[in-house]
């Protein structure tokens, strides 16, 4: 053995190891700016001072929004999730 | 839309956005620019979603094991959902704030014709009063009885004849009609003329322009000139005290607070010089009226000055502040940023409509709307109390440029204006407030005026100087 095991799909576990880091530092970054955009659009409630029927359509709206961030943020963080858990698993078997 | 009534209720800021109609509170355009702005941001996550999950080539392969592709492919499609949810209110919301505005600028032109009407037939009344009641003592006193009547409430002093309440003058329902009367003057002048009505419609403000509230304050100057008062005169200016280090103003705010206060024989203009000698740039802040009274005296920053303005000819005011700016060293082709309070606001139109100087940001606080145009390229900002009878006082503004932004603010909305002060909503300290608010705004065009004065005058320390116009006496006439 050179330390290169070559996966059955070409690529060696240390590259593959490297390209998994830098997808969850992406995932992270992606993240961190989605949870941002979204603390600023919670922030649009201005439902103190608005009564009108219209304007409770438009707080409907701007809620639905908020919670397509939330799914958008869900999704990620499932993604983030099950990356870690290759990078875990790729670091075991570089390891061994 | 009763959010932007709710916002006026409270005293919150309300924009009106040069080259469109859109009229709304501040917090609805930042809503509006926030929502355009997670529309934009969510394409940008869209794509480096997708770019995340093609990083995997191997993806296809590892069918058993635990793969991200899935739950970003989901997220992909949500964000699409999302790109399109925001974009989509936002421009609901902007058309919300352009129907508003139409509909304010069609109730405003209602306003104004049926005014304009009003004026004239008041005007075809004192005609007839005066054809028919002409033999008798009632017929020949009317017109002077109004005209007495007219000077008299415009000195506004205790001399003036009729005394009006300071909480009616701080009433934004009554600085609106004052609005409107103010627009209507000319054609209660045609009225008195006998010209016909449509006659005014043509020429007047709602027409060719060429009569309007200038020509009415001019027509004024004339009469009141044969009778002593509003007599303009040469202007000498001279620099007050020794030049102070100055930091430039970072927004609306510092603008404000360093306009001079209308106090009587103080300098009535400030200006500071950034930049290096050979590209400098220069600050001019213009001070209000300080004097009130019609007689012309030795002080330029006065009534006669405040007419004469509005009569687009040239005020004392306007002439020191000009020969301050040449006496300062400021250079035609140096970029030049002019706030002015009150008259001097309506100087700081005058100066940046002047071809003489190579103006780039204006910011005007509770300066009567003027008809003066403002060159193209020309950041303009117009910041008016809607309880400012002041504002009201150059008519309708009729001037539209894709470059001004109008924030108006209701200073007295949720409290009562203090007793015993004259014109509260008036206050340079008040505009001073505003200033602030909108300094404190993240809404996009009151971004982008900031980001015009900063990147004017830098960030460098500059060099600030006071000065001070007086009025001279009139020179003789030529024999």
Known sequence: MDGVEVLPYGQDRAERLAMLRTQRNLLLTLCAEITAMRRRLADLDPSESWTSQSQRAYLLCVTDVVEQVDLVLHYLNEALHTVRMQIYDAEILCRA | ?479
């Not at chain 2, 209110?89 to 304010?104: D, K, M, N, S």
């Not at chain 2, 009729?162 to 609106?176: Q, W």
């Not at chain 2, 200038?214 to 002593?228: E, I, K, P």
């Not at chain 2, 982008?448 to 020179?475: C, H």
């Open chain 2, 1 to 479: 839309m009763s959010s932007l009534n709710d916002g006026r209720t409270l005293g919150e800021l309300v924009i009106s956005l040069g080259g469109t109609t859109i009229v709304a509170t501040e917090v609805l355009l930042v809503q509006s620019q926030l929502l355009f702005s997670t529309h934009t941001e969510a394409m940008n996550w869209n794509t480096r979603a997708n770019r995340i999950r093609q990083m995997d080539s191997t993806a296809w392969f590892s069918w058993f094991g635990p793969d991200p592709s899935p739950d970003l492919f989901h997220a992909a499609v949500v964000l699409d959902r999302l790109q399109h949810s925001c974009q989509s209110l936002a421009q609901r919301l902007v058309a919300a704030a352009e129907r508003y505005g139409y509909a304010e600028g069609v109730a405003h032109q209602l306003a104004l014709t049926h005014g304009a009407q009003l004026g004239h037939n008041l005007g075809q009344f004192l005609r007839s009063a005066m054809i028919f009641g002409a033999g008798t003592p009632l017929g020949a006193a009317l017109p002077g009885l109004f005209v007495v009547g007219l000077l008299g409430k415009s000195t506004g002093g205790p001399a003036g004849g009729v005394e009006i309440d300071p909480r009616l003058l701080t009433n934004p329902s009554v600085v609106s009609l004052v609005q409107v009367a103010v627009s209507s003057l000319d054609d209660v002048g045609a009225g008195l003329a006998g010209m016909p009505r449509s006659v005014g419609v043509m020429f007047g403000d709602e027409g060719l322009g060429i009569i309007g509230v200038s020509s009415t304050a001019g027509g004024l100057l004339a009469a009141a000139r044969s009778g002593g008062l509003f007599e303009e005169g040469p202007v000498k200016v001279a620099a007050v005290g020794a030049p102070a280090r100055a930091t430039p103003p970072a927004g609306a705010g510092e603008l404000a607070q360093r306009i001079p206060k209308a106090v009587a024989g103080r300098p009535q203009v400030r200006i500071e010089n950034y930049g290096t000698s050979e590209h400098p740039s220069w600050a001019v802040y213009i001070g209000g009226t300080v004097d009130w009274n019609a007689v012309a005296t030795t002080e330029p920053w006065d009534l006669t000055a405040n007419v004469t303005a509005i009569a687009e000819q040239n005020a004392g005011s306007f002439s020191a502040v000009i020969d301050a700016m040449t006496a300062a060293g400021i250079a035609p082709s140096d970029p030049v940023v002019v706030a002015g309070h009150s008259q001097g606001g309506l100087v700081a139109t005058q100066v940046a409509a002047y071809s003489r100087f190579n103006v780039q940001a204006v910011a005007t606080f509770g300066a009567p709307e003027s008809r003066v145009p403002v060159p193209q390229g020309v950041a303009t900002l117009t910041v008016e109390h809607t309880d400012d009878v002041v504002t009201a006082l150059g008519g309708a503004s009729l001037v539209d440029s894709d470059d001004r932004v109008t924030v108006r603010r209701e200073v007295f909305a949720a409290m009562a204006p203090p007793v015993g002060e004259t014109l509260p909503a008036h206050h340079l300290d008040r505009y001073r407030e505003t200033a602030l608010l909108i300094d404190a705004s993240p809404e996009t065009n009151l971004q982008n005026f900031r980001n015009t004065v900063t990147g004017v005058l830098g960030s460098d320390q500059g060099e600030a100087t006071l000065w001070r116009g007086i009025r001279l006496p009139p020179e003789p006439a030529s024999q």
